[in-house]
């Protein structure tokens, strides 16, 4: 499963082309973290990027329940 932060963080260096340099997913994620922490902090978009970065983890946490729900309710062996 793919955070919000090492999501956006690939696919900005995927579209800047430096995602064929061999990288650790600890990089990445800590590098996306601390993008989001900046751009939390710009002053009238602040919040709307915080609303935006919630959203989509609420929805990918609902992605994936509905995708593992019959897996997750199945009677254990």
Known sequence: MCTY????????LALLGLLK???SELVIFSSGFIL?????????LGWLIRLLALSLGVGAIFYFVRKSWPRLTAPSR
Do not use: G
């Open 5 to 12: 932060p090492l999501c956006l963080w690939e696919k900005l």
């Open 21 to 23: 340099l061999q990288t």
């Open 36 to 44: 989001l922490s900046l751009l939390y902090q710009l002053p009238y």
